[in-house]
């Protein structure tokens, strides 16, 4: 049987990743894969959630399963971290997912269920693995314009050009922060018009919130979503705990339903919960139990978000060095865009070849796009990155 089987194409990210490992050059720099590193290069286990492992270690009782859709303290925390007051909760259904990813599949599977002729428009470039789970579902792909290559900001008018196409029942993915992989983000005011467009359609946007709390903060990150969840009338949302939380391999993820007519949350949730069982039937609980514990107890919780701050100003600070060092190099302000971005990436608009050029010469790795992880580099590495750049006519 296995004969059968037609070759995969490797995940571009995780292959990077690996070619990365393989390098025996002590200078490389990891630039690839969006995972939080420290100036020392380390993805540490942070603060709060080791004291809640600990705290756990010591006063859990059981693992016997939790509920098909999560433990509600779970659930229930994580709304309020993503939702804030913006719904009330008898208007959301909610699902513990293995990560964020889990949740994106979820998502597109219930859109699959409740509308099987549904297309899901997707930002020009949008997370390779989107794209990849929506051909494996066999859903039918539409992109809008998103990023203009020349200012490496967003193309707004582009953007809103190509959602005219936009069809009743169309399902229509957007970043809720922290867009990966330009790192070029909505303002307010185009969130606003964007929510018009789909009412006017009456399309369903899905939020895809991986990286709340690493670009504008954490209630600031959450604008977005809080205002499409409060305007329209049916929203998903697909939330990951791996990165603000630091707990990647940990699995941990939410997908929520917001829906004006409360009457379909039974539905809805039965439906979601029915999605669970079918795929893998309970959700891991581990990293999950760790993000209500930090969430709901005032001294984690405080610790926390004192720790994620650092994180996200780190992460700042390194956008404006690097985009001050590439000035001074080049003389020219055409990479002041870097300092504009927000969150873990930035899109620098290098060529495929220019990309390889830098693997190959400096041992610099980023995604073949020009994707950077800004968290891959500290204060030694940013003069050399900054160079590399300049010379090899980026
Ligand atoms: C990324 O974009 O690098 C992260 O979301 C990690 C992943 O799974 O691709």
């Not at 630039?31 to 859990?60: C, D, F, Q």
């Not at 005011?189 to 789909?198: H, N, T």
């Amino acid at each position: 049987m296995f004969e059968h089987l037609k070759e995969k194409p490797a995940d571009k990210i995780i292959a990077l990743g690996q070619a990365f490992r393989e390098d025996p050059r002590e200078t490389k720099i990891d630039l690839g894969v969006g995972v939080y590193k420290n100036p020392e290069g380390v993805t540490p286990v942070m603060r709060a959630v080791k004291a809640a492992e600990k705290r756990l270690w010591e006063e859990e009782t059981t693992k016997s399963y939790t509920a098909l859709a999560g433990d509600p303290a779970f659930t229930g925390a994580m709304a309020d971290l993503v939702l804030g007051d913006a719904v009330p909760r008898e208007n959301v259904a909610t699902l513990a997912t293995p990560g964020g990813t889990g949740a994106v599949r979820q998502a597109f599977d219930l859109v699959r269920m409740a509308n099987p002729g549904a297309r899901v428009f997707v930002s020009d470039p949008t997370w390779p693995n989107h794209l990849s789970i929506l051909a494996y579902l066999g859903v039918e792909v539409v992109n809008y314009r998103y990023f203009d290559s020349a200012t490496c900001a967003v193309d707004f008018d582009g953007m809103m050009a190509d959602l005219e196409g936009v069809r009743a029942g169309d399902v229509v993915l957007l970043h809720g922060c922290c867009h990966n992989p330009t790192g070029a983000n909505l303002t307010m005011p185009e969130w606003r018009a964007v929510v018009e467009r789909l009412n006017a359609a009456g399309a369903l946007p899905m939020i895809d919130i991986a990286y709340q709390g690493f670009g504008d903060g954490l209630e600031a990150d959450a604008a977005a979503v809080r205002y499409v969840a409060a305007n329209c009338p049916e929203v998903l949302i697909a939330a990951s705990c791996s990165k603000n939380f630091g707990i990647y391999r940990e699995r941990t993820g939410i997908l929520m339903a917001v829906m004006q007519e409360a009457g379909l949350r039974t539905l809805t949730q039965a439906n979601l919960a029915y999605l669970n069982r079918q795929t893998y039937s309970f959700p891991p609980d581990h990293g999950a139990r760790l993000v209500s514990m930090v969430l709901t107890d005032d001294t984690l919780r405080a610790d926390w978000q004192a720790e994620l701050e650092d994180v996200r100003q780190g992460m700042l600070k390194l956008r404006e060095q690097l985009a001050a060092e590439l000035q001074r190099l080049s003389g020219s302000d055409r990479f002041g865009f870097i300092a504009q971005h927000r969150g873990m990436f930035s899109r620098l608009g290098a060529t495929p070849e220019q990309v390889e050029r830098l693997r190959a010469d400096h041992g610099i790795y980023m995604i073949g796009d020009s994707r950077i992880n800004i968290a891959g580099l500290n204060d030694k590495t940013v003069p050399i990155l900054a160079k590399a750049l300049i010379d090899a006519g980026v």
